[in-house]
């Protein structure tokens, strides 16, 4: 479905003739004319329009009774009164009608300052009231769950929150109960409204009846400043404001409306995980290991303590940086590491390398889509992910194009997920099986010739002018004959070794060729492990039989496991690839093979922002290598486990309120942190930190880094698909380098696979004596901002253990038993949850939480576990 | 009256003066003394003021022995902030609106509200304020927040005696404006 081009019409509002897109509504019309029409209940974002409140009332010619300007598109010669008599009759009384059951507290209501329905009754009211009786009652206030607080005397009953729950997040639990006055906003069973979206709910209110608990009575509009930036919490990369009080301190958090990012929606993890920020728990000070205990010392003492310890490490140091690193700060670090220590051990991957011209690949403008592709796509495909935990707005977005759009939706993967309900297909592998599901569907792709001559083009091989530059896959390929032959069988047996059934694969392949451009989302997941490499593959693969270099509107979007994964891969926070995806001079080694050598040949680590021990697979080994490092210097905002124990240097750690900067988002948008608040106790920026931390160790320039916008500018230079860029270009709403002229110094990729050329998946693990298949997942709880947040903190997840009904049955476990999951001697323990969806002989844990973390089971290969009731204590 | 600058101007010799040089400024002296008049001025003059003098010592002083002595003051005198409460149930007026530090011009007030519960019912409605500051180095006393107050829970009271040997001392906390003054201003009575 193509972009739609907007025709525009000239229709007279109040005497003067205006022109606005055709087929908006009155209301939005109208605004092209600098005419406003009050409203309660319309809202854009939340489709069609309902027309309950009647506030926007306005006289249109030739119909004789009043209109509803939320409902009624603007049409050509149209004639449009707002300031009528009868006009502004029926907007008083539609204002005191609202006002006879609304009770004016508006001292006391938190909503006073910023009501729409106190403006309104300003402006459109008649100023008094003629009804004398008593007011209605509701029991005030009340929990609607522990983030919101509802207070239903306030209600006008608009239909915004209950249209929400319905219609966008698609949780449909809120509802109107009840009949005439006595209708009231609730759950059906009066359940506690909790779900990943809950929060938006109180932004979209257009009065005080839904407030956030957070927020609750905290400020006034004019006590506080609001502050825009970005969240990192997730790779959502949402644009939100932080409310701020005193200068110190974030109250809210709220969404910047950005319909290229977030379409203005926030996930509840990004509105209240802000409390974490202001966690008495928080690490302000900087800290150094003296005889066996931490101790707080100043700035200067810790970073000579940390320049020394590197110094004699030299080229003995690895480093990992976060998910929430920023550009600058990856930027410096890996300068810090190349330059000043010579070491090439620098990543931000968590869970094994990618090759260098994959990283390249994945990096070309012509397979990035962007997020507001997913609006105009034909079809989109989700791959190993669930989008509801990993890049929850994402997860709204792809349910805005299924059901405003009539866009497609396959589901590739193993674990059931939020998407299943709404999906055209589903593509149900093993754990694991998303690779040769991939490479099965690039095959069935090419399979039938079809009939008309569109998705053939799409198959023709790309430019020439792309040169291979070998490393990935020198054969030629791209002949259709041949991969028809090829994969004649091959459907089935990539179907088997992915667990699922051909059929299936060749559905989706079927409903993917009858659809225009297709959207790929993918969880970094395929690219993990010992069959990362192979995952990427299958998944160019798909890239090339769907068209996607050679089709506007077509793309990739990467579903990473940290927040700015793809500006730390651009600025050369991998093991081989420096600044702008180029060789670095020496490859150095993955995360994963960092825990093998510490203490080996690697003696000294830097964390920056990186947690091995939650994050990272295989907890043992890291935990060995963490002991076995000799000096560990770590930034950090909390203290965990790995630094309490292990760290030699704790340098604190901005929080994403505090930090400036620029990360990327996954389809290239660069964004700007900006500071929100001033840093508590004795917090540095991290950029300043690492540009310190260079200069002691001899980085050439690195004195001259005085302000974050003077990193921002070196490492604008240094990569060439940014060059030229400006902060002020990139601005508040972001700018996505593919769009830019710089773009075409995006280094080369090879062709891309055709299926032909794919390397077989492995054969299915077979599990022995009942095993089952390991999978994991991630919940959008696990996290500190969960854990800190005192309001979240309810969320935070223990482990799960997900099985298959059948499974449970022969186990001998029920939903809500307690379960050892048991692998080569390490075990978790976990509520085990039997779910209808999943397929047989698997079982999903999640990765990240505190307790009971599934990395402790992980090591990168392909692995089952055995299951079984834990003995009750 | 003779002696406009416009008469003098007039007058043909100073006008040929004024022709002579613009900057030539004519002065008008008086005429020279003669006798009766120095003597007039001597004791005359002197004796006229200190008709008046000697007329005032026979009345009652008007001095105010300040501080032993305030000056009372009219009863819409704005002088120092006083909160209040109710009377039957003691609690506060104040509900934490900041409604008073929206309209002071001077944003000397800083408001932080917190929710009452049934175990710490502090003020009437939902919510209360937990810190109620007035920095009254700042406050230039013109009333707004009392006007702004849609529950009467702050006024402007009597007393003028702000002075303190620190500027943190004139920041008023809640308890400080809540509690009863030290009646120090008399008010000024009836006709007075």
Known sequence: ?873 | MSDTPSNKSSNPAEASATRLADDVIAVQRAPSPTRSSSAYRAFGATLKGLRTTLARTLEKPTTIQYPEEKTPVYPRFRGRHKLHRFEDSGLEKCVGCSLCAAACPAECIRVVAAENTPEHQVSAGERYAAVYEINLSRCIFCGYCEVACPFDAITMGNDYELSDYTRSDLIFTKEMLLADPIERTPLRREGE
């Open chain 1, 1 to 873: 479905m193509p972009r739609p081009t907007p025709n525009f019409v000239t229709f007279e509002i109040d005497g003067r003739d205006v022109t606005a897109p055709e087929g908006s509504m009155l209301v939005d019309g109208a605004k092209y004319g600098d005419v406003e029409i009050p409203v309660f209940c319309y809202e854009p974002k939340l489709g069609q329009p309902v027309g309950a409140c009647r506030m926007c009332l306005v006289e249109i010619e030739g119909i004789p009774k009043l209109q509803t300007a939320c409902s009624t598109p603007v049409r050509d010669g149209m004639v449009v009164i707002t300031g009528s008599q009868r006009v502004k009759q029926a907007q008083n009384a539609i204002v005191e009608f609202l006002l006879v059951n609304h009770p004016l507290d508006c001292p006391v209501c938190d909503k006073g300052g910023e009501c729409p329905l106190q403006d309104i009754a300003y402006g459109w009211g008649a100023g008094r009231s003629r009804f004398i009786e008593p007011k209605r009652h509701f029991e005030k206030p009340l929990e609607l769950s522990p983030l919101i607080a509802i207070d239903r005397e306030r209600c006008i009953l608009c239909f915004r929150c209950v249209r929400f729950s319905q219609e966008i997040s698609e949780d449909y639990q809120l509802t109107f109960l009840e009949r005439a006055d006595s209708t009231y906003v609730g759950t059906h069973h009066g359940h506690p409204y909790v779900a990943p979206f809950s929060g938006n709910i109180v932004d979209l209110c257009p009065v005080g009846a839904l407030t956030s608990s957070a927020y609750r009575f905290r400020a006034r509009p004019w006590d506080i400043e609001n502050a825009g930036s970005i969240c990192t919490i997730c790779p959502s990369q949402c644009n939100v404001t932080f409310s701020v009080r005193d200068d110190m301190k974030v109250l809210r958090v709220f969404a910047r409306d950005n319909a290229e990012v977030d379409d203005g929606w926030l996930c509840d993890r990004g509105r209240y995980g802000f409390q974490a920020i202001h966690s008495p728990e928080r690490i302000t000070r900087p800290k150094v290991k003296e005889g066996g205990t931490l101790r707080e010392v100043s700035w200067d003492s810790a970073l000579a303590a940390a320049a020394e310890g590197l110094r004699k490490a030299g080229a003995g140091t690895a480093a990992l940086a976060g998910g929430e690193t920023s550009n600058e700060e990856g930027f410096l670090l890996q300068r810090l590491m190349r330059e000043g220590l010579g070491s090439p051990h620098v990543d931000s991957r968590a869970s094994g390398p990618i090759e260098r011209e994959h990283a390249r690949a994945l990096a070309r403008p012509e397979l990035a889509a962007m997020v507001s592709d997913i609006d105009h796509a034909g079809a989109v495909v989700v791959v190993d992910s669930e989008l509801q935990d990993e890049s929850p707005i994402l997860d709204l977005r792809v349910r805005k194009a299924i059901r405003r759009l009539g866009v497609k939706v396959i589901v590739v993967g193993g674990r059931p997920g939020a998407l299943d309900p709404p999906a055209d297909a589903i593509v149900r592998t093993i754990p694991g099986g998303a690779e040769a599901a991939l490479g099965g569907l690039a095959a069935a792709l090419g399979e039938v010739e079809p009939a008309d001559g569109a998705p053939a083009d799409r198959r023709a091989p790309r430019d020439s002018s792309q040169t291979p530059v070998g490393g990935l896959d020198e054969r030629q390929h791209g002949e259709p004959a041949r991969q028809g032959e090829s994969v004649e069988g091959g459907i089935d047996d990539l179907s088997r070794r992915a667990g699922t059934s051909a059929e299936s694969v060749r559905n989706a392949a079927a409903i993917l060729r009858a659809a225009g451009p297709v959207v790929v989302l993918w969880g970094e997941r395929l690219s993990h492990g010992a069959r990362g490499g192979a995952g990427v593959n299958a998944l160019l693969a798909l890239a090339r039989a769907l068209g996607i270099p050679e089709t506007e509107g077509a793309g990739l979007i990467e579903v990473p496991a940290g927040t700015n994964a793809r500006g730390l891969r651009e600025v050369g926070c991998l093991p081989g690839l420096g600044p702008g995806l180029a060789d670095a001079p020496s490859a150095g080694r993955a995360a994963t093979e960092m825990a093998s050598a510490l203490g080996d040949e690697l003696s000294a680590l830097i964390l920056l922002g990186a947690d091995p021990l939650r994050t990272h697979p295989d907890r043992a080994a890291w935990t060995r290598a963490l002991d076995a490092a000799g000096f560990v210097v770590a930034f950090s905002d909390f203290p965990t486990e790995a630094l309490t124990e292990h760290a030699d240097v704790i340098l604190p750690l901005e929080s994403y309120a505090e930090r400036e900067g620029t990360i990327t988002h996954p389809d290239g948008r660069l964004q700007r942190l900006r500071q929100a608040i001033g840093h508590p106790g004795d917090v540095r920026p991290v950029w300043s930190v690492l540009a310190e931390l260079s200069a002691r160790l001899g980085v050439p320039g690195a004195e001259g880094f005085l302000t974050s916008p003077m990193v921002s500018r070196a490492l604008f230079d240094a990569v060439p698909f940014y060059a030229g860029l400006t902060l002020e270009e990139i601005g508040g709403k972001g700018k996505r380098w593919q769009e830019r002229s710089a773009a075409a110094a995006a280094p080369a990729a090879p062709e891309l696979p055709a299926p032909g050329d794919l390397d077989a998946p492995p054969e299915p693990l077979e599990p022995e004596n009942g095993d089952l298949r390991l999978g994991t997942a991630r919940s959008l709880w696990s996290g500190r901002e969960t854990e800190h947040s005192p309001i979240l903190r309810f969320l935070a997840p223990g482990q799960r253990v997900e099985l298959s009904a059948e499974d449970g049955v022969r186990l001998g476990v029920a939903s809500g038993d307690e379960v050892t999951v048991a692998r080569n001697g390490s075990s978790v323990r976990g509520v085990a949850a039997l779910r209808d969806g999943l397929p047989p002989a698997s079982v999903y844990l999640y990765e990240g939480t505190a307790e009971g973390n599934a990395t402790e089971l992980l090591n990168g290969e392909a692995t089952t576990v055995r299951v079984h009731k834990a003995a009750a204590e």
